[in-house]
């Protein structure tokens, strides 16, 4: 990735865009605002459950904690001045780039809000958002919020179950869907959401005309008599330390909650998160992942607002193949990443490298360790490149960049998810350092940020300015729930008064419920999940995080592996292997990975399907399954901590099957229930 440090421009940097001192020369030259007169609503608490109550905000008397509060809708409006002209989003519609500025996002929005009105939205009622990203996504969103209502992000891949459960939860009057296929969810449910007044399919024709349902240019149009003046009272209306969105969490622990986030905790953590990496006009990101999660909300939506830049929507298929083809076109100033999306590019080039020459494959080696030298010289503050850089970068890195469409890439981060050690080392090699970053929905997404100047290799950074962390009892290795502090801690959750009480510890920090350290120098490294935190019957604590990825690197065959053992005797293990994906449904296939296959060469099995390793119990393959979790055991600091049983599954988890989240995380009571049997096997006297 394209970046400077310690004064050294890594050589990638040199390409047709500007470089990074360029491009903050280039932005728009800011006016200087006049001060803004702040108006909070009355609070007597940091916390609230009501939709329509307000919050302290947790202000600092000087620093970046002392800023004072706007809404969501003042920043957008004192934005225009500076970024109006600039292109603010971006779709591919009939083969061609369609762009919308910031004057034409602002505009459309105002329409939105205005029909929203005319249908019937209640201030602090919710308008459901189901459907891929796209310019309407986002206008639906900042219309609702204009309004007085909240956006509720629904995930694409729901069913018509999880619609309903959100639906009723926020009390929504509309609902806007993408096609067809959305709309026959919602009615499958309309009959059981008595407060819904409206439905919008925003993409395709109606294939019938029903009451109440409308497409999207009818929808536009609907509030073009609702006078100005109306619309501007209920924005001038609204208050920083109020509700202005939901996000409902992924449910990979239990039912979804309802996040409350103020408009506050949206404005202030944005500017802390773009600042952290020196985010500029005209910068030019990719959405991709789902806007119901809070980190594509601030990446796709807030932070283009807040600094001015561009985000282009990928194709509805992107996560199944589609995704570097957009980056080609669009070649990105920036990238964020679920660990999936950065373990799939990796097995991609893995495979690619694995058909290669000999020749190909020195080669590759070859400029890997350069690459992972001049980064090494990075992390340690010298910044020094290793003789051949140049050299390695002509031949291999910059076709590679190309080829990925990050050849003007400024920063790649990864989030949401725990990512391997392996996956980290071989970005690092190929001098693409992926910043890690950690937060919750309950902070408004970023609480800790690696950067360019500060990284470590499986650290998730440092907190953001103005924010604080704390680790709550932590034992002799100082690990202990991460505790959060800052102006980004949410509101509470929707009508959940014990839940939002639990969420705090005494002295108002947020419990993240993630177990984690902090070292020497303040990086934060998560090392578990309390709720994921197995409790053996002899009462030992165990993170079964570390053990899993230990196992993971050990044998590179392993795609995922499931630590089994709460309230057991001991520790056993679900493992599945690495194997080729669907590209249309994204299901887990028999087949096993190229650099699975080849894994398999090596140790003398000609296995390349999941099917046959299993049935057969490979006896080679067991072999080195078992050796590898031999020498984690080694490692293990008591008996306790030692894995006794395990087996391979015959097919990889998958969202479909609904043992993955919509970020892909694991989701682990639905694979304990879905084993369950096979688990029991293991614990049979």
């Given amino acids: 990735m394209g970046f400077v440090e310690s004064g050294v421009h890594f050589d990638h940097c040199l390409t047709p865009f500007i470089s990074l001192a360029e491009h903050k020369s280039s932005t728009v030259s800011e006016k200087k605002q006049d001060p803004i007169e702040v108006h909070l609503a009355a609070a007597e608490s940091t916390w609230t459950t009501e939709r329509d109550g307000a919050v302290q905000l947790r202000m600092d008397a000087t620093g970046p904690g002392s800023e004072p509060p706007v809404t969501t809708l003042q920043m957008f409006q004192d934005n225009l001045e500076r970024f109006g002209h600039l292109p603010a989003m971006a779709v591919k519609r009939d083969g061609q780039w369609k762009t919308t500025t910031f004057l034409q996002y602002h505009q459309q929005s105002r329409a939105a809000a205005k029909s929203f009105l005319e249908l019937g939205l209640e201030r602090y009622h919710s308008v459901g958002i189901l459907g891929f990203n796209s310019p309407e996504w986002l206008i639906s969103e900042i219309g609702a919020m204009m309004a007085g209502g909240f956006p509720v992000g629904m995930y694409f891949t729901s069913s018509a179950d999880a619609c309903l459960h959100v639906a009723q939860h926020c009390v929504a009057n509309i609902l806007m869907v993408e096609d067809h296929q959305q709309l026959e969810k919602i009615l499958q449910i309309q009959d059981q959401l008595p407060r819904l007044k409206a439905i919008v399919q925003y993409r395709h024709e109606l294939k019938e005309k029903r009451p109440n349902l409308y497409t999207w240019e009818e929808f536009m149009q609907i509030g073009s008599d609702v006078p100005d003046s109306k619309l501007d009272d209920i924005i001038a209306s609204q208050k920083a330390n109020q509700c202005c969105m939901l996000i409902y969490t992924s449910g990979t622990t239990g039912t979804p909650k309802g996040v409350m986030l103020s408009h506050d905790n949206i404005t202030w953590n944005t500017k802390r998160f773009g600042e952290a990496f020196g985010m500029q006009a005209q910068e030019i990101g990719v959405s991709y992942l789902p806007l119901s999660h809070i980190a594509a909300q601030v990446l796709d939506i807030w932070a283009p607002i807040c600094f001015g830049g561009t985000t282009y929507f990928a194709n509805p298929d992107a996560l199944k193949g589609s995704l570097v083809d957009t980056l080609k076109e669009v070649r990105p100033t920036r990238l964020f990443g679920v660990p999936r999306v950065w373990e799939k590019i990796q097995r991609t080039l893995e495979d690619s490298e694995s058909t290669s020459s000999f020749i190909k494959k020195r080669l590759s080696t070859w400029v890997k360790g350069i690459g992972l030298a001049a980064s090494l010289n990075l992390m340690n503050g010298t910044g ?51 910043l890690q970053s950690y937060g919750v929905s309950e902070c408004t997404g970023p609480h800790t940020m690696s950067t360019l100047s500060e990284f470590r290799l499986t650290s998730c950074g440092k907190p953001l300015s103005g924010c604080k962390t704390k680790i709550l009892m932590p034992d002799e290795m100082g690990n202990g729930e991460v505790c959060l502090w800052g102006r980004h801690v949410f509101m509470g959750y929707l009508n959940m008064v014990e839940l939002t009480r639990d969420a705090f510890d005494k002295e108002g920090w947020l419990r993240s419920g993630d177990i984690g350290r902090l070292d020497r120098d303040g990086f934060l490294d998560i090392t578990g999940r309390i709720k994921e935190l197995i409790i053996t019957a002899g009462g030992e604590n165990i993170p079964p995080v570390p ?17 089994i053992g709460d309230k057991r005797k001991f520790l056993s293990m679900l493992i599945t292997l690495k194997c080729t994906v669907d590209p249309v449904t994204l299901e887990p ?47 293990a600091v008591s008996r306790a901590q030692r894995v006794q049983k395990w ?7 998958s969202l479909e099957s609904g043992e993955l989240g919509p970020t892909m995380k694991l989701k682990r009571y639905a694979i304990l229930s879905r084993h369950e049997k096979v688990i029991d096997e293991f614990y049979k006297l």
């Fill in 384 to 434: 020094s490149r290793p003789w051949g850089y140049s050299l390695a970068h002509y031949l291999l890195l910059r076709k590679l960049y190309a080829r990925l469409g990050l050849d003007r890439c400024l920063w790649c981060q990864a989030g949401a998810a725990p990512i391997t050690k392996d996956t980290l080392e071989y970005f690092l090699a190929l001098s693409i350092p992926l």
């Fill in 547 to 563: 053990i899993e990825d230990a196992l993971k690197e050990e044998v590179p065959i392993i795609s995922n592996a499931v630590l």
């Fill in 589 to 635: 296939k028999d087949e096993l990975t190229p650099d699975a296959i080849q894994f398999c060469q090596r140790l003398g099995s000609r296995a390349t399907r999941v099917s046959e390793v299993v049935r057969s119990k490979d006896p080679v393959i067991y072999k080195a399954i078992q050796e590898g979790l031999d020498r984690v055991n080694q490692r």
């Fill in 647 to 653: 087996t391979i599954l015959e097919k990889d988890f």
